[in-house]
């Protein structure tokens, strides 16, 4: 019977032998290759942490002792450990989250998968612990690449201030974040693990001494009390002691019995100690270790013989975006390109590739990302500064004050945005038009398909007087949806037919298609409906108050926030220029939303094509005095598109 099979809770690791424990290593190994190969995944980052996951659950008793994790994709072992070891749905609708999740689990702490909180979480847990008096731990695992967030280093700042709060910071340092780690204090980390660490170097001393006569003991008492000054010189742990933060390490983060005993030893110092764990992204699977880019960070359902992926994918935004950056580069001296580690996952390899000297990557920091690009611009050059949608909300501040203050040419290239889907809450791209409205000058270009990704990057990084932002979805970009006209700076992608139209249908970004099928219900239930794509929907395009005045209802269809979104912006400008036509938002409620897939989730938010039709229907029918037009009508009728 498989070892695996009879974890349950954490508890159940205590009765193990250390033979057992490198079996079990294995079989999670086996067993998170098979699953994770059906479903897609962050498969590179667990394989790296089976070790010290179960080391974790050894010497801490979760969920007494709080176990938190950042980033949560390296969380799949705890969930194993945990009792959950279905993952035949995961990131699917009704299995497991991609990340921590409180539903799931009492061992659960932290849902939010953005990088660089835990030591802010942990730093709380354990003033509340302190307050309340009691005895529980708290122990934080971050991986090196969070490391290069500001956010983990203020908390660092706090932690160090009482030396006698017990907290136990676990840094997982595989070198990596999605990419090889970068920055001084990847070098830093570099450095610690390739030196023999003091505390070996001190073992062996004060073996030799011991046996030293006379003079052995009290000399080892001075070495040790001039510890400081030795472990500069044997391995440069200043910059945590400097803090006030006993180190540990570097620990093999492989070695379970080494992993234990220093966990161990943390656990009973009584103040906040770190733990240096060395532990290898993609560990045991060939494919992921011969995978230079990221170890298999994320992927899609692959064989899990070769790591070839089931099937192949046709061209995404994402490429897209970054084929076009090439192209930018070669024509534009000046541009210049930024990422906060996601090179790869935001499509500038190529770019990077083609020009090293132009390229930044800040690490896991946003927030300096986006001052530096305010830097860029000042010095001459136009920064463009792609960044997942989510991840930008924590750079408002410097959009705002940084870069929209001082009228910095900086382009902002959100990519997933909208309804991402699979990883969940966190990680969905659905509040950026509705914060960015807030921000004096900004313009925002969202574009429906590839052709205009092309091309409202081009005209956005001719602006030089103000942030420009261009965002797009996920996946797979569909084919071109061509314009039928113009009218003011909006591409009219449906005519009426009439000179008295119903519906003027204001289509948001990849929406295109779907609104397009939303017009075609429409007009088989006898309304017409002019669909037009603003491009750029901040600011509101002057042509919108006289183009929705020669209708009876405006409706607005965004892949964003109803709160505050482009429908909000669209009512706001009706009303300042007079116009008043009965106007309806269609786009994300202000929630949380589940994971599950993209289609899973616009179905149950009500943003699909028959959803959304049998609603105007209902409110042109309203505006009518008929309610005879019934949902059972709409619905019968198939999209003109899939």
Known sequence: MPLLTRITGPRDLDRL????????????????????????????????????????????DSPKDKVLWDTGHQSYVHKLLTGRQDFSKLKMKGGLSGYPSQAESEHDVIENSHASTVL?????????????????????????????????????????????????????????SYAPTIGGLANHLA?????????????????????????????????????KGLKDFIAPQGMFEDLGLKYVGPIDGHDIEALESALARAKRFGGPVIVHCLTEKGRGYQP??????????????????????IKASGADWTSVFGDEMVKLGKEREDIVAITAAML???????FADTFPDRIYDVGIAEQHGAVSAAGLATGGVHPVFAVYATFLNRAFDQVLMDV??????????????????????????MWDMSILQVVPGLRLAAPRDADQVRAQLREAVEVEDAPTVVRFSKGAVGPAVPAVGRVGGMDVLREP???????????????????????????????????????????????????????????????????GGVGSAVAQALRDAGVDVPLRDFGIPPRFLDHASRAEVMAEIGLTAPDIARQVTGLVAKLDGRFDRTAAEVDSVEPARD
Request: some cysteine; hydrophobic content about 40%; charged content about 25%.
């Open 404 to 429: 929209a203050l001082h009228k910095c040419g900086v382009t902002f290239v959100l990519d997933r945005a909208g309804v991402t889907g699979t990883d969940g809450a966190s990680h969905n791209g």
């Open 497 to 563: 037919g009439t000179d008295t139209p119903d519906v003027l249908l204001v289509s948001v970004g990849a929406l295109a298609p779907m609104c397009l099928d939303i017009a075609s219900l429409l007009d088989k239930q006898g309304i017409t409906t002019t669909v037009v794509d603003p491009r750029w929907v901040k600011p509101v395009d002057e042509a919108m108050a006289p183009l929705a005045e020669r209708h009876r209802v405006v409706v607005t269809v965004e892949d964003n926030s109803r709160v």
């Open 344 to 350: 790869q996952p935001v499509g500038l390899k190529k």
């Open 120 to 176: 802010g979480w942990a730093d709380g847990l354990a003033k509340a612990n302190q307050l309340r008096k009691r005895d529980d731990h708290v122990v934080a695992v971050i991986g090196d690449g969070a490391l290069t967030g500001g956010m983990a280093w203020e908390a660092l700042n706090n932690i160090a201030e009482a030396k006698d709060r017990p907290l136990v910071i676990v840094v997982n340092d595989n070198e990596r």
């Open 191 to 227: 450095t610690l693990r390739t030196t023999d660490g003091y505390e070996r170097f001190l073992a062996r001393t004060k073996d030799i001494l011991d046996r030293t006569p006379v003079v052995g003991r009290p000399l080892y008492e001075t070495l040790h009390g001039a510890k």
């Open 17 to 60: 032998s250390p033979e057992q424990l490198d079996q079990l290593a294995e079989e999670i190994r086996t067993f998170l290759v098979d699953a994770v190969s059906k479903t897609g995944g962050h498969l590179g980052p667990n394989l790296g942490v089976v070790e010290l996951t179960i080391a974790l659950h050894r010497v801490f």
């Open 288 to 309: 992921a270790l011969q995978d230079e880019a990221d170890r298999f960070h994320g992927i899609g359902p692959i064989h899990p013989d070769t790591g070839l992926p």
